[in-house]
């Protein structure tokens, strides 16, 4: 018996997510950004380009703490934002026996700036067919196995299936630190929760900037596996964290 499986990655941004650093204040006045400095901020523009530059600023680059992150001279950032872009919209895992196995990719990528942490929840149920039966989950994270009926996913390249990507920082982790979580960060090995953290910025570094991230998906089907057409619209929110 053959069965028809495929995953429509509609990877959702369901929160919209305005964040905020953490402010000096008092009952009667707050600072939302504190210049100290003898320089000055000078604007330069012509008909094509439009920067801006400082001179003689006391002193220049970023500090943090477990509770603080500073970006000292003239120039600084003062908005914070995250955002997730999506950018593949549907997966197909073709036709699956008990011998074979469905695998496919989707993308999406998040940016952070200034707020310096935040992790990526998946919101869906498992593969659902048209008369609801659905596809025992991955739980806890596996090596998947043919001829069982399975579904899970992870956020980095496997070697050995073909499918997948290790999650990139642009440009580099001087600027970007996304990560995947911990049961969706291992080679060859899937697992799939409802509710379940599958990504997230590293405890270490500055978060800002842009991290791609693939998620890779796996389906098996065992002998006694109901046919028909399997699929998820598979639903991620962004959050962030403090």
């Known amino acids: 018996m053959r069965k028809k499986l495929f995953v429509v990655v509609g990877l959702l941004l369901l929160v919209s997510v305005p964040v905020s650093a953490q402010t000096p204040s008092s009952t009667n006045f707050q600072v939302p950004e504190a210049s100290f400095n003898t320089g000055s901020s000078i604007d330069s523009t012509s008909a094509s380009y439009s920067g801006r530059f400082s001179a003689g600023d006391l002193a220049v680059g970023f500090g943090s703490s477990t509770n603080y992150t500073a970006a000292a001279g003239f120039i600084n950032p003062s908005d914070e934002y995250l955002e997730l872009v999506v950018q593949a919209s549907n997966v197909d895992l073709g036709i699956l026996t008990p011998s074979s196995t469905g695998t496919g ?73 996304g990560i995947a979580a911990a ?42 596996t109901p046919a028909g057409l399997y699929a998820v619209e598979h639903d991620i929110v962004l959050v962030s964290t403090y």
């Open 183 to 224: 049961g969706y960060d291992t080679d060859g090995t899937f697992k799939y929760a409802q509710g379940d953290i599958i990504a997230r910025s590293s405890p270490t570094g500055l978060a800002w900037g842009r991290t791609y991230f693939t998620v890779s998906y796996l389906a098996n089907v065992s002998s006694i």
């Open 105 to 177: 990719a989707g993308n999406f990528y998040v940016r952070s700036y200034i707020n310096g942490d935040y992790v990526v929840q998946t919101a869906s149920t498992s593969l659902t067919s048209e008369s609801g039966e659905e596809i025992d989950p991955l739980d806890p994270a596996a090596v998947p196995t043919q001829g069982q009926e399975e579904f899970g996913i992870n956020l980095v390249e496997n070697t050995t299936l073909g499918v997948g990507l290790n999650p990139s920082p642009d440009p580099d982790t001087n600027f970007a630190n």
